[in-house]
């Protein structure tokens, strides 16, 4: 919501949640008319994704997992790099998968991976959308905060810590 660039969609995708979350949701969706909540019956993150993809109407999508925090100048500052740059595909910062922004027509055939319960369901996706990018840039700067901290996160689950 504090995003630089104003001319955003913001998409929340809730799966049943039963934390108090859809409620906050709906407050700042009734404040903010770029939010836009969509309830989904299926509890897979990848699905969730997959979701939001399909319906997103803008030109580029950026993607924050509900426990990371981005920079206020984040969307902004991609945005006008792929513009100046001429990247039809996608502007990332660091290595993190959601450190960047992606055209919609470039990623809307590439999908993650829809098992329930499965962790890092996102992997495959970086690695199809680099296969297939013709043109990518990386930037130095730091947007993305990937929050690790998390008890139960999958990051923290099987080990992989």
């Known amino acids: 919501m504090n995003q630089g660039l104003r001319d955003i969609e913001i998409l929340s995708i809730d799966a049943g949640s039963t934390d108090g979350t859809l409620e906050i949701l709906e407050e700042y969706a009734v404040s903010d008319e770029r939010i836009r909540i969509i309830h989904s019956d299926k509890r897979s993150y990848g699905y969730q994704v997959n979701l939001g993809i399909e319906s997103a109407k803008g030109e580029y999508i950026g993607i924050v997992e509900t426990d990371d925090i981005i920079n206020p100048n ?88």
């Open 74 to 161: 984040m969307y902004e500052r991609l945005y006008n790099i792929a513009i100046s740059q001429n990247l039809p595909e996608l502007a990332m910062q660091d290595y993190y998968l959601w450190a960047g922004i992606y055209q919609k027509d470039f990623i809307k055939d590439i999908r993650l991976s829809e098992t329930p319960g499965a962790t890092f369901q996102d992997t495959g996706f970086i690695y199809q959308v680099l296969s297939k990018a013709d043109r990518a840039m990386y930037i130095a700067d730091e947007l993305y905060y990937y929050r690790q901290t998390k008890g139960n996160s999958s990051f923290n689950k099987n080990g992989f810590r």
